[in-house]
């Protein structure tokens, strides 16, 4: 059924339809009847739809005009010339070795990486590394750039020419057919200089690639060689350096000579004093060492716990603890740290960095207490001061300088040949026994 026929349709059949409820059946009529032109709008859709893709068609054609015209009053951007990082390096040519020699990065030279351009040629890669390397003109290390001949070189050092082979065929060099020509990607190439040479007085820089009778020559009018001279020419010329006559001459070289031994005399001396001092620092060394082990040697055995603990802090090496018998004195004390180190040499044992404790004070005094170590410039005396000094051990006391003692202090009598008589005094020559007589020479 339409739209129509079930508007004007009876309950009866719209029942037999089966809206069997009245609400139904009054709601669908109405329906019907207030949308009369539903069917109308199903047949315009193709229309409907044809009209709205028209107006999108439209609209982008509009805008693609758009855009062009605004594309067409701005200027066109030219595109960015294509580039390749390359490395560049310098290479000087050394008379005496007769080959190129790399100049290093302290001198100016090193490698450099650079940005060029792919069809750059020879001439323009030379004047880019004359700028790098020759930076304002010159170099600290070969002088002005106009005192060079300045080549390009490849990977192998080899002289790069004008022209290169790609593909078989000769083409003019530029990086992008060097490139191609060695199937290559990381490019490195070398600037290679030489000192102009020295052209003489008697050829003007104007006769350069003309014959010459002095002895100007061309080198197929492009290089320079360096000019031969004759022997009398050589003569001459070494003549007009000579200094003056033979005597200021022999005064020169008399002065070079006397500075010489002077200077050798003097590094003799040096030696010697420097030699001198090291012996002085080994017999010194040798000296303490001396000492230490003999203090070493003084030292007692640590005996088992339970025992007296002594702590001794020490100038460079800290805290010491050991253990002592109940029976040694601060002497043992004083012996063990000397025999630490060599270093110091003479010191004092102080309680409380104030009282020095002498060596004959028994260990039970300081058991279980921290001494400290002052250095002193004469070492502690092992005898009180009413008791006899000149009893002493080394590392203790003032020690008695053997050399100072002259004869007034020690007489000794020659021994002669025979014996004599009388051995000791109060021995009596006339006791009946011969000295002769005992022993035999």
Not at 412 to 422: D, F, H, K, N, R
Request: glycine residues 6%.
């Amino acid at each position: 059924m339409d739209v129509e026929a079930v508007s004007h349709a009876t309950d009866d059949v719209l029942e037999a339809l089966g809206l069997v409820k009245t609400g139904d059946r009054v709601s669908l009529q109405a329906f019907c009847k207030t949308n009369p032109v539903v069917e109308e709008a199903g047949e315009h859709k193709g229309d409907k739809k044809r009209s709205l893709l028209e107006a999108f068609l439209s609209r982008k054609k509009k805008r693609v005009q758009t855009s062009k015209r605004s594309v067409s009053s701005h200027p066109v951007k030219p595109s960015k010339e294509k580039t390749r990082k390359v490395q560049l390096g310098w290479l000087h040519w050394n008379e005496k070795a007769g080959k190129f020699q790399s100049v290093r990065l302290l001198k100016g030279g090193g490698s450099r990486d650079v940005d060029m351009p792919v069809e750059a040629k020879k001439d323009e890669i030379i004047a880019e590394c004359v700028r790098l390397f020759f930076p304002n003109g010159s170099s600290k290390f070969l002088g002005k750039a106009t005192n060079m001949d300045f080549g390009l070189a490849n990977f192998k050092t080899e002289d790069i020419d004008e022209s290169v082979i790609v593909a078989g065929s000769e083409v003019p060099f530029t990086l992008l057919n060097y490139m191609e020509t060695h199937k290559m990607c990381k490019v490195r190439l070398y600037l290679t200089s030489r000192c102009k040479p020295v052209l003489s007085s008697g050829c003007s820089q104007s006769d350069v690639g003309k014959p010459a009778e002095s002895g100007c020559s061309p080198d197929d009018g492009a290089d320079l060689r360096p000019m031969l001279i004759t022997e009398n020419q050589f003569v001459h010329t070494w003549h007009d350096t000579l200094i003056g006559s033979s005597e200021q001459r022999d005064l020169i070289k008399n002065e070079q000579d006397n500075a010489y031994l002077a200077s050798l005399a003097k590094d003799e001396a040096d030696d010697q004093a420097r030699r001198a001092a090291m012996e002085h620092d080994l017999m010194e060394w040798q000296r303490k060492e001396s000492l230490r082990q003999a203090r070493s040697l003084r030292v007692p055995n640590e005996p088992n716990p339970p025992c007296i603990t002594v702590q001794v802090r020490h100038p460079t090496m800290g805290l010491l603890r050991r253990g002592f018998s109940s029976s040694d004195t601060m002497m043992a004390v004083y012996d063990w740290v000397g025999s630490q180190t060599t270093e110091p040499e003479y010191f004092e044992l102080r309680l409380n960095s104030v009282k020095c404790l002498p060596p004959t004070t028994p260990v039970t005094e300081v058991d279980r207490q921290t001494l400290y170590m002052a250095e002193c410039e004469v070492p502690p005396s092992i005898c009180d001061e009413a008791e006899d000094k000149t009893v002493e051990f080394r590392g203790f006391g003032q020690l008695l300088n053997c050399s100072a003692m002259t004869e007034e202090h020690l007489e000794v009598e020659c021994i002669g040949e025979t014996l004599p008589e009388q051995f000791m005094d109060g021995d009596s020559s006339s006791g009946g026994v011969n000295a002769n007589d005992c022993f035999t020479l």
